[in-house]
């Protein structure tokens, strides 16, 4: 707990930020287009986005503007299109699930209900709807990261399995599994 305010965090590392913002006023991320200073990564990033590159990736879901920040688009929701549109969301038509923006609502119906699967690996037959999906399925499967190697045979699997793979293959040779980071 911060012993300057109320604030709470778990994770000490996130204590020592609040502190260093909100208390210190330490700004360390710089940008290098104009030399401003924000207290976050995602403060920097916003403010790239939409002083430099101008990109508003939020559209609005009933007229053409788009903003910055989904704060903002929250905010020209309630003021130009009334305060039930700010809060609503989008019903799938085949299931229960609801989307608070269309575009998300888009990707659903996309990936589950018309299974397109558009987003190829380069590095095998795998195939997803999302990009974000294909990252992490690089990530893992190709750049084997969160996996571990077991010390007795080598064999890489997810650290989930470790346990199990020691139990069954190497049963009596030690007593609980020795981890090793692949890199």
Do not use: W
Request: with cysteine; hydrophobic share 30%; net charge positive.
């Amino acid at each position: 707990m911060c012993d300057q305010c109320d604030h709470r965090a778990k994770q000490e590392a996130n204590l020592r930020r609040h502190i260093n913002t909100v208390h210190l006023g330490l700004k360390p991320f710089r940008c290098d287009r104009c030399d401003d200073n924000f207290p976050s990564k995602h403060g920097l990033k916003v403010h790239q986005n939409g002083v430099h590159l101008r990109r508003k990736t939020y559209q609005c879901g009933e007229c053409e503007y788009r903003a910055l920040t989904a704060s903002d688009l929250r905010v020209h929701a309630k003021m130009k299109h009334g305060p039930a549109f700010a809060d609503r969301e989008y019903a799938c038509e085949n299931c229960d699930y609801r989307a608070h923006r269309l575009v998300e609502l888009k990707v659903h119906v996309k990936g589950v209900h018309a299974k397109i699967r558009d987003q190829q690996c380069g590095l095998c037959d795998y195939k997803t709807s999302m990009k974000s999906t294909l990252k992490v399925h690089v990530q893992s499967v190709h750049m084997k990261l969160g996996r571990e190697q077991c010390k007795i045979c080598g064999l890489q699997l997810k650290a989930s399995a470790l346990q199990k793979h020691m139990e069954v293959i190497h049963k009596g040779m030690e007593d609980r599994p020795q981890l090793s980071h692949v890199r």
